[in-house]
């Protein structure tokens, strides 16, 4: 059994090999006495790109919808995105807080967006824009959803950049990768938020791009089926390696919120996917 010196000086040695995140300033401009954040920087970018995409998609079979539509459209989903991730994270990770700060539900720059959330405000963003325009509500939905997973990778690089939402410990001799978080302490942890990227985003977007050069389009709700099985499968495998948030850590036995806000989305994915396979295209 080794004594307590050497105990101390393998775990050195272990500390000494791992990697040690940068530390970047999670500032990336400033503009007169304005300073621009990587996180408002992949939002900005995500829903930019994505638009782009959507113009793209709108283009190929069925072209029930036309690309100005997503013009006008962008306003909707921004608007989605940041009110329904903001409420989402009051609502589902904080509610005493701000029931006791109801003023601090506003500070977004504070941090504190949840995806679930955003999901919500998007998929009601989605159903009042396409009664607006007189379309079926999968015909938009489709195309959106197909274009999400490139604003998640962005979000989740972003969140690796700030060094937040890290992972669990490990042992930096077992996982190479493994990474020194300066707001984690001096312990070793996965790149969890490199891991949510290119789950999340990367494969989902690739798996999702396969589905409609295949003509997954064609078929109302497939492509919105696939991408809550996909993203919620893929949240809740990244969330074994992702550390619970200190404030809230485990809602049931080894079960993460993320998990648990996961599960619905898989489920109704399923349900979702099996409708739209049976229905006529």
Same mark, same amino acid.
């Given at each position: 059994?080794?004594?307590?010196?050497?105990?101390?000086?393998?775990?050195?040695?272990?500390?000494?090999?791992?990697?040690?995140?940068?530390?970047?300033? &999670?500032?990336?401009?400033? !503009?007169?006495?304005?300073?621009?954040?990587?996180?408002?920087?992949?939002?900005? %970018?995500?829903?930019?790109?994505?638009?782009?995409?959507?113009?793209?998609?709108? $283009?190929?079979?069925?072209?029930?919808?036309?690309?100005?539509?997503?013009?006008? *459209?962008?306003?909707?989903?921004?608007?989605?995105?940041?009110?329904?991730?903001?409420?989402?994270?009051?609502?589902?990770?904080?509610?005493?807080?701000?029931?006791?700060?109801?003023? /601090?539900? !506003?500070?977004?720059?504070?941090?504190?967006?949840? *995806?679930?959330?955003?999901?919500?405000?998007? #998929?009601?963003?989605?159903?009042?824009?396409?009664?607006?325009?007189?379309?079926?509500?999968?015909?938009?939905?489709? !195309?959106?959803?197909?274009?999400? &997973?490139?604003?998640?990778?962005?979000?989740?690089?972003?969140? *690796?950049?700030?060094?937040?939402?890290?992972?669990? @410990?490990?042992?930096?001799?077992?996982?190479?990768?493994? +990474?020194?978080?300066?707001?984690?302490? &001096?312990?070793?942890?996965?790149? %969890?938020?490199?891991?949510?990227?290119?789950?999340?985003?990367?494969?989902?977007?690739?798996?999702?791009?396969?589905?409609?050069? $295949?003509?997954?389009?064609?078929?109302?709700?497939?492509? %919105?089926?696939?991408? +809550?099985?996909?993203?919620?499968?893929?949240?809740?495998?990244? /969330?074994?390696?992702?550390?619970?948030?200190?404030?809230?850590?485990? #809602?049931?036995?080894? @079960?993460?919120?993320?998990?648990?806000?996961?599960? &619905?989305? #898989?489920?109704?994915?399923?349900?979702?996917? !099996?409708?739209?396979?049976?229905?006529?295209?």
């Amino acid at each position: 059994m080794a004594s307590p010196a050497e105990s101390a000086a393998s775990d050195l040695g272990t500390l000494l090999m791992a990697l040690q995140h940068p530390n970047f300033d &999670p500032v990336a401009f400033s !503009i007169w006495i304005f300073d621009v954040r990587w996180y408002a920087l992949a939002y900005i %970018s995500g829903l930019i790109l994505a638009w782009l995409y959507c113009r793209w998609l709108s $283009k190929l079979p069925p072209k029930r919808l036309k690309p100005v539509d997503f013009d006008d *459209f962008l306003l909707w989903a921004t608007l989605g995105v940041v009110l329904g991730g903001r409420l989402g994270y009051v609502l589902f990770y904080k509610p005493d807080y701000y029931l006791a700060n109801p003023l /601090e539900v !506003i500070f977004i720059w504070h941090g504190g967006m949840s *995806f679930h959330g955003g999901l919500l405000g998007v #998929v009601t963003a989605v159903g009042l824009f396409a009664h607006s325009r007189g379309v079926s509500y999968f015909t938009l939905s489709d !195309i959106v959803a197909a274009a999400t &997973p490139i604003g998640l990778c962005l979000g989740r690089i972003a969140n *690796f950049i700030n060094g937040e939402l890290y992972g669990r @410990t490990t042992d930096s001799t077992e996982v190479p990768w493994a +990474m020194v978080f300066r707001q984690g302490g &001096p312990i070793a942890r996965h790149p %969890s938020q490199l891991y949510e990227a290119l789950l999340e985003g990367v494969l989902l977007f690739i798996l999702l791009y396969i589905m409609v050069r $295949k003509g997954a389009l064609e078929r109302t709700g497939l492509i %919105s089926g696939a991408f +809550m099985i996909g993203y919620g499968l893929a949240r809740i495998v990244a /969330e074994f390696f992702r550390a619970p948030d200190d404030f809230l850590q485990f #809602v049931l036995p080894n @079960t993460t919120m993320g998990q648990v806000l996961s599960l &619905p989305m #898989v489920l109704i994915g399923i349900g979702l996917t !099996i409708w739209a396979l049976r229905r006529k295209a």
